[in-house]
Structure formats: structure tokens, C-alpha cells
């Protein structure tokens, strides 16, 4: 049991929740204007191909992450379009979305790199693993919090502006008011399309840096669907969290916390398949005793306001 439950476990957590964190801040965000964001892990896959599309063309690790972003920002924009401006099912825009992403990605690693399955080049260089200065030296503390990139200290300072922003500004508010009643917000002149846009292009561009954390953090490589779910893990933590971002991370620890320990069972001789399965049920689980059905009557709010 002291071989299962080590220092190095709870380390390896921190980076494997950073991916789910940074797309379920940006399902929250969604949320709180009334757009239900299913499309969370087809934006993830864009930014994690792109990441490394970024990454092998340039050599820039920088220039790499900002590219992520902005790929995976314009492609959230057909997703404002159809589910804001044509007012389709945000639902079926979503898992459109997805499909189309798993495709996109497929076809442009072929014609991109003449590659099958995955990509993987020697010379590229991920995100560097940072020392943090007087933490690093206590003990376990440091070994847990120092040594990782910087985006998972990024997703840190984001849940804390993101909890200010929504609850500590006018701004914050208006983007509250357009979600909670979006005919009340439009008679005081709030532009509610307008922030809708704009809550699509900031879940675009976080879900953007969970794509460049999954392929240049966790991993420097990019591998076919190789966001095997997490964006839909990143969904039911928004909803666990009810679009709160201090709730989201508790959910997103939880859920990154299981997806390690998965990793770390099948050092335990238990079966490959048996161990991956670990996170999903968890998050079957969570959802069985998900009790409150606030968040789903928004849902079907979102449904019925986009048709």
C-alpha cells in the first residue's frame, strides 16, 4: 500500500488534472451564459494537434502554446456560430464537433507528418518543468508542487481570476445575468450575444492550453484520439462543480487524482484493461449521485433557447 499511495502519485496527479481542469474551467464559463459545452473534447484534440504542429514547425515551445490557442479559439467559433447566431441544438453542435475534430485531426496527421496512428519527433522539446524557488526545499510539500510546467500553475492562477471575475466584477455579473435570464439582461442593454461570443472564445482558447499540456507536458507527442475522453470528464466536472470555478477544481483533483491511480495500478500486475477503466467509473459514479437538477434544468433551457 505504501508503494501505491507515494509522494510521486499525488505529483503525478497535479499534471494529469491540469488538461481536465483548464477544459472544465471552460465548459463553466459556457455554462454560466447558457450554452451547454459538449464540444469540450474535440477542442481539447485540436489543441493537442496543433500544439505539436506548432511546436515541430517553429522549435518554439512559446510560439507552439499560442498556436494551440488560437487553432483551437477559431474553431470554437463554429461552435458559437451554429449554437448562438443559426441558434442550433448546442447538444448536437457539440458532438459534432467532436467527430469532426477526430477526423480533422486524423486526416491532417497523414498529410502533415505521412504519419499513421501517432507522431513523434526526438528533437521537439516540451514544456519545461519549473523549480519553484523555497517550495522545492520542504519536504514532500515541494515534491509535489515544484517541478511541473508552467501551465499547471497557469490553471491555478486561472480558477483563482476566474472566481474573481465571476463574482467581484460588473463584468462578471453581466456575464452571470445573460446566462440566468438572458430577455431580463437584454431589456438593460447587456449584449447578450455578444458576451456568449466571447465565453466561447475563452473556453476555445483554455481548452486550447489543455490540448498544448496533454501533448507537450504530460507527453511530447501526439497519438490519435489521445484525448481518450477527457474532455467529457472535464463536462461531468463542470457540472459536479456547478460551474463554480473553486467547485470545478475540487471535481477536476478528483477526477485527475483517479486517472493516476489508474496508471499506477497497472505496476500492480493487475490487467491493462481493468485499470483504465478506473477514472470513467469514478465518473459514473459521480454522476449517479448527482443529485442537484438545477444544472440539468439549464441544460434544457440552453436546448430550448437555441432552437
Known sequence: ??????ISLFASALRTVTPILLAALGGAICARVGLFNVGLEGMML????????????TGNIIVAVLFAMMCTLLYSLLFGYMSIHLKANVIVVGISLNFLALGL??????????VKGAFYDKSMKGLPKWEIPLIKDIPYIGDILSGHSALVYL????????QYFLFKTVTGFRLLAAGENPTAARSLGI????????????????????????????VTMFTEG??????FIALVATMLG???????????????????????????ALPTHFTMMVPYVV???????????????????ANESSR
Open 46 to 57: 485540436v489543441g493537442a494537434f496543433t500544439a505539436i504542429v506548432g511546436n515541430y514547425l
Open 283 to 301: 465518473t459514473i459514479i459521480a454522476m449517479f449521485f448527482f443529485k442537484d437538477k438545477s444544472y440539468m434544468q439549464e441544460a434544457r433551457k
Open 226 to 231: 489521445m484525448t481518450a475522453g477527457r474532455g
Open 105 to 114: 485531426t486524423t486526416f491532417s496527421l497523414r498529410a502533415i507528418f505521412d
Open 191 to 218: 449584449k447578450v450575444s455578444r458576451i456568449q461570443y466571447g465565453a466561447v472564445l475563452l473556453s476555445g482558447a483554455l481548452c486550447g492550453l489543455a490540448g498544448a499540456q496533454l501533448s507537450l507536458g504530460n
Open 1 to 6: 500500500m505504501d508503494g501505491l499511495f507515494d
Open 155 to 162: 490553471s491555478i492562477l486561472i480558477v483563482l481570476g476566474l
Open 242 to 268: 456547478q460551474s463554480n470555478p473553486f467547485g470545478v477544481a475540487g471535481a477536476s483533483l478528483l477526477f485527475g487524482f483517479m486517472e493516476s491511480l489508474s496508471i499506477r495500478l497497472q505496476g500492480f
